[in-house]
């Protein structure tokens, strides 16, 4: 069983920068495909980014450019840096997590990103 913790989020104007971290548990995140969602109030959950246990990494094409998503195999940790934020951005983000082993799911509790000046 693997847990998702997410952290980082908040109230930010726009333009500015957030960072996001997702600590996991567990022994496996070496072979965990991990990723960002998010889901706006009214909306569905929507893809953000995604990095693959070699560092391989792909964004969404509305964060492209603004957001890099990272992780540190040594710390269990993946995080997503967020700039210049936009309204638009403002969203419940979800960690998630896949075992490219199993093929095992996992989501973490979600943190809120609010962008409003």
């Known amino acids: 069983q693997v847990r998702l913790v997410e952290s980082g989020g908040g109230l930010m104007q726009p333009g500015g920068s957030l960072r996001l971290s997702c600590a996991t548990s567990?022994?496996?995140?070496?072979?965990?495909?991990m990723g960002w969602y998010r889901q706006a109030p009214g909306n569905q959950r929507e893809w953000v980014a995604r990095?693959?246990?070699?560092?391989?990494?792909n964004y969404a094409d509305s964060v492209k450019g603004r957001f890099t998503i990272s992780r540190d195999n040594a710390k269990n940790t993946v995080n997503l840096q967020m700039n210049s934020l936009k309204p638009e951005d403002t969203a419940v983000y979800y960690c998630?997590?896949?075992?490219?082993?199993?093929?095992?799911?996992?989501w973490g509790q979600g943190t809120q990103v609010t962008v409003s000046s």
């Open positions: 998630n997590a896949i075992s490219t082993r199993t093929g095992s799911q996992y």
């Open positions: 990095i693959n246990p070699g560092g391989t990494t």
């Open positions: 567990g022994s496996i995140f070496s072979i965990l495909d």
